[in-house]
């Protein structure tokens, strides 16, 4: 049995409705891979710091740029999409701290870049179902300890640290024993992350509030040793082990030894190179240091 003429047409327009409909859907999907991929390519050639002469003022600009195109790539990311989704939080956690650490001057921005690194971090941990298990079932610390993400763990552990100068309370009452736990478990998932970055951000922080976590302050310097070895080339593995242990436990010859190391590498650009933004405020740091003492 045919349908009447004026059913068929209806038909067919629906038809044709539904058809424009997908290739519309599908066009705007494809539309919005593009611009993901553009907003990553770009991010990624914001934030390089290698391939150009380093100009550390001039970074400034660039470092915003990329954590703007890595925002707005973020939004734009499908849900299911997760390792990209976490790379990106990551990323964005770390710009955010460096932003802060290398940029800001004024304390609410400091404190408000290292909540948003902080929260970055966790909710890219928190794209883990088995750290999501874990903290329901054994408690935060013990997700952290059993987290796999060992760039979600260690950036959360520095933004964390970064916040808690700002909240004292709460690095008192468990806050720094947070901050404990995700360097351990960084060092453990991969002691050479970022030039030794769990080494020594394990000894800065033993070094300066080892009375919080149960610690001697001793104890921060197998780390501080550590992170030179994995990399000589990272100033600020030096850098903090002047400042935050030998200046005061009196270790003058320690202090000068490291002091002196940093300013003799700044004249090489083959170490200053090797990590030009951390390296650049390392150097600046051991010259105030040298000039004071």
Excluded: C
């Amino acid at each position: 049995m045919f349908a009447p003429r004026g059913i068929r047409r209806l038909l067919e327009f629906v038809r044709l409705v539904v058809l424009t409909a997908i290739v519309a859907l599908t066009g705007s999907v494809l539309g919005l891979a593009a611009d993901v991929n553009t907003f990553l390519a770009e991010a990624e050639a914001a934030y390089d710091r290698w391939t150009e002469p380093f100009d550390f003022v001039a970074y400034e600009a660039s470092l915003r740029r990329a954590i703007d195109l890595w925002e707005q790539a973020l939004v734009l990311l499908p849900e299911g999409d997760v390792p990209t989704r976490i790379r990106v939080l990551n990323s964005l956690s770390q710009a955010t701290f460096e932003l802060a650490v290398g940029y800001l001057s004024e304390p609410t921005e400091k404190e408000a870049a290292f909540e948003e690194g902080k929260e970055g971090a966790l909710s890219a941990l928190e794209l883990d179902p088995t750290f999501i298990a874990m903290r329901e079932q054994d408690g935060f610390r013990a997700a952290l300890r059993a987290a796999t993400d060992v760039a979600g763990i260690f950036w959360y552990g520095n933004t964390l640290g970064q916040w808690l100068d700002f909240h004292r309370f709460t690095a008192f009452f468990g806050g720094v024993r947070d901050v404990a736990a995700s360097f351990e478990r960084a060092i453990e998932l991969d002691e050479a992350y970022d030039g030794g970055g769990p080494h020594r951000s394990m000894a800065a922080l033993l070094a300066q509030a080892y009375f919080l976590v149960g610690r001697s302050r001793v104890d921060a310097v197998v780390h501080f040793e550590r992170s030179i070895e994995l990399d000589p080339t990272y100033l600020e593995n030096y850098v903090n082990y002047a400042e935050y242990y030998a200046l005061p436990t009196g270790d003058n010859a320690l202090f000068d030894e490291l002091i002196s190391t940093v300013l003799e590498a700044a004249e090489d650009p083959a170490i200053v190179g090797a990590h030009p933004f951390y390296n650049a405020l390392a150097i600046e740091r051991a010259r105030e240091l040298a000039s004071d003492g």
